[in-house]
C-alpha cells in the first residue's frame, strides 16, 4: 500500500513539469483548454463508471483518502500489549414433542448411549426419557467431547465429529419442561483459529468502492474491517450450524434456512472492554473494539461478581438475530475465580464463561423458539394458497392445510408448558448467574437477566397460544368450507355420471329390445320351414 502511494506521488511531480511546459508549446490556449476540459470529463466519467480502477480526477481527494486510510489503519489496530482472542462458540437446539423420536435417535447415532469404562455412564437417551416421564426439570452434564480415536483426558469423554476449527466440546442438556429438552455444546476453538478476529483487524485495508446504477458510493477503512470481521463471525458460526443439523437436528434445524440455531461466542481481552452501550461510550469514533460488536442501544448485561464479564446480543435482525457475544477481560479475573480452576488459561476462561452463561443461553433459545413459532404463525394464513376456484388450487390448498398441522403437532404443548415455566421465577435463578443490565435513568434499581428472560418468556408464550388457537381456528373453518365446496363438486359429477349411466341404460334396452324382435322373427321363420318340410 505505501508503495503504490509513493508512486502515485511521483506520478503527480512528474507530471508539474509537463503542465509547465505547455505555454511554450504552439497549441492555441483557448484549444489546450478544450482539450483539458475533454480530458478531466472523460477522466470523471471513467472513474464514476469504475472507481475500483481509475483514481478521482481531483488531487487533493486522492491525498485525502490516503491519509484518512492511513489514520484509520492504525487506530483499528489492536494495540500492543493487548490479546484479541476468540476461545469458544455454542450453540443451543430445541427439542419439543415432535423432535423427541430425532433426539433419541441422534443419541443412539452418535452413540452416546453407550457405557463408558472409567467415565461417564449415564445414558442421556433413558435420562431424558424419565425427565419427560415424570414431568421433572433438572440438567446432564456431557462431559467432554473429542473426536474419535483422541484421548487427552483423564476421565473417557464421549466423542463426535467435530469442526476443523474446534479443539474439544463439552456440554448440558436441560430438561425446560415435561416435553421441551434444550441441548447445548460448547465449543473450544483452536489456537489458530481463535486468532481471525486479530488477524483482520491488524491487515491494512483501503477504501473500498461499490458501483451504483448512476454513479457509485464508497466504504471507508472500518466498514471494510467491520465486513471482515462479519465474514469470520459468520464462517466460524455456519460450522456450528451445519455440526447441529447433521449430528444434533432439532427445532430450529427444521427452519426452511437452516439458520435460526441460537448460538454465541466468547471474545476474551485484556483490558478493554468490547461490549459498551451508547451512554457509557466515551472512546474515539475510529476504535478497534466497535469493530468487533456495535450493541448501540441494546442491553450490556454483566456478571455482578464479575465486572470483566459482560454479555449481549448485539443484532436485532439477519442470521445473527440469535446471537450472542460474551467478552471477559481476563486482568479483571481474582486469584478466588482461578483458584480451582487449574491455572490461566483459554480452556480456564471457556470453562468458567460457561458456568455463567449456559443457563442463560438455554433459557434464551426458549425464547428464540417461541419467537419461531410466533413467525410461522403469523405467515401461514398468508401462504396458504388462495385458488381454490379449481379442483388443483382447491386440493392444494388443503394439502398445505394439512402438512401445517403435521408440522405444527408439539407447538400446543411447547407453549403451554413455557408459558407455565415462565411463572416460576425459582427456574429461572436456579439456571441464570446474576447477571444486571443499569436501565434508564440510572436512579432506577438495576435489572437481573433472569427477570427480564422469564417476563419475556412469558409474553411470547401467551402470544404464541393466542395466534396457535386463532391459526388453528381459522384453518379448520377453510378446510371445512374448501371440503364442502369439494363435496358439491364431486355431487355434481356424480349426477353428471347419473344422468350418462341412465342413458347408456336406455340405450342398452334399447338395443336389447331391437335383438329379442329380430331373434323372435329369426324362430318364427325356424318353425315356418320346418312345417313346410313335413
Request: charged share 25%; with cysteine.
Amino acid at each position: 500500500m505505501s508503495e503504490t502511494i509513493s508512486s502515485g506521488k511521483e506520478s503527480t511531480s512528474s507530471a508539474k513539469p509537463a503542465i509547465s511546459s505547455q505555454p511554450e508549446s504552439d497549441t492555441p490556449l483557448p484549444l489546450r483548454r478544450t482539450i483539458d476540459r475533454a480530458f478531466q470529463h472523460a477522466w470523471r466519467r471513467l472513474h464514476v463508471r469504475f472507481p475500483q480502477l481509475v483514481p478521482t480526477p481531483n488531487r487533493g481527494d486522492r491525498e485525502f483518502l490516503r491519509r484518512r486510510d492511513v489514520e484509520s489503519n492504525l487506530a483499528t489496530r489492536v494495540p500492543e500489549g493487548e490479546r484479541l482472542q476468540q476461545i469458544a462458540m455454542w450453540g443451543i437446539e430445541i427439542f419439543g414433542p415432535a423432535e423427541a423420536d430425532s433426539l433419541n435417535a441422534a443419541i443412539k447415532h452418535l452413540g452416546w448411549h453407550k457405557d463408558q469404562p472409567f467415565g461417564l455412564n449415564t445414558n442421556p437417551a433413558s435420562w431424558i426419557n424419565e425427565q419427560r416421564t415424570y414431568g421433572t426439570e433438572g440438567n446432564l452434564n456431557l462431559g467432554h467431547i473429542e473426536r474419535p480415536g483422541e484421548s487427552r483426558f483423564l476421565l473417557k469423554g464421549r466423542t463426535a465429529p467435530l469442526p476443523e476449527m474446534v479443539d474439544y466440546a463439552h456440554g448440558y442438556i436441560y430438561q425446560l419442561s415435561p416435553s421441551v429438552t434444550a441441548v447445548i455444546i460448547c465449543f473450544v476453538l483452536t489456537e489458530s483459529a481463535g486468532h481471525a478476529y486479530h488477524e483482520e483487524l491488524n491487515i491494512d485495508r483501503k477504501t473500498g468502492y461499490g458501483t451504483l446504477k448512476d454513479g457509485y458510493r464508497y466504504f471507508d477503512v472500518e466498514h471494510v474491517k467491520r465486513h471482515a470481521v462479519g465474514l469470520a463471525r459468520t464462517k466460524s458460526r455456519t460450522q456450528i450450524v451445519k455440526w447441529f443439523s447433521v449430528h444434533l437436528p432439532g427445532f430450529f434445524s427444521r427452519a426452511p434456512d437452516c439458520n435460526r440455531l441460537p448460538t454465541a461466542e466468547l471474545i476474551s481481552t485484556i483490558c478493554e472492554p468490547l461490549l459498551v452501550g451508547v451512554r457509557a461510550q466515551t472512546r474515539p469514533e475510529a476504535d478497534w473494539t466497535r469493530l468487533l460488536s456495535q450493541p448501540g442501544h441494546k442491553e450490556i448485561w454483566t456478571l455482578e461478581d464479575c465486572a470483566g464479564l459482560a454479555l449481549c446480543w448485539p443484532e436485532s435482525d439477519g442470521d445473527l438475530r440469535y446471537h450472542a457475544i460474551a467478552n471477559l477481560q481476563t486482568s479483571l479475573l481474582t486469584a478466588d475465580q482461578l483458584k480451582y480452576r487449574g491455572g490461566d488459561s483459554d480452556a480456564v476462561h471457556a470453562s468458567i464463561v460457561s458456568d455463567h452463561i449456559e443457563g442463560i443461553m438455554v433459557n434464551f433459545a426458549a425464547i428464540a423458539a417461541l419467537r419461531e413459532i410466533i413467525r410461522l404463525l403469523r405467515l401461514t394464513p398468508s401462504s396458504i394458497s388462495a385458488d381454490t376456484t379449481s379442483r388443483k388450487g382447491t386440493t392444494t390448498c388443503i394439502e398445505q392445510i394439512r402438512l401445517y398441522f403435521d408440522r405444527s403437532i408439539g407447538i400446543p404443548a411447547l407453549t403451554s408448558e413455557l408459558a407455565s415455566r415462565s411463572e416460576k421465577v425459582h427456574s429461572y435463578k436456579w439456571t441464570c448467574s446474576t447477571f444486571q443490565t443499569q436501565p434508564w435513568p440510572r436512579e432506577e434499581k438495576p435489572i437481573e437477566i433472569f427477570e427480564a428472560l422469564r417476563s419475556r418468556t412469558h409474553f411470547l408464550a401467551s402470544q404464541a397460544q393466542s395466534l396457535e388457537g386463532e391459526t388453528r381456528e381459522h384453518l379448520e373453518q377453510l378446510s371445512g368450507i374448501l371440503s364442502t365446496r369439494e363435496n358439491i363438486r364431486t355431487q355434481a359429477r356424480m349426477e353428471l355420471v347419473a344422468v350418462f349411466a341412465v342413458i347408456l341404460s336406455v340405450v342398452s334396452l334399447a338395443v336389447a329390445v331391437m335383438s329379442v324382435d329380430k331373434f323372435s322373427d329369426y324362430i318364427n321363420q325356424y318353425v315356418e320351414s320346418l312345417s313346410k318340410t313335413k
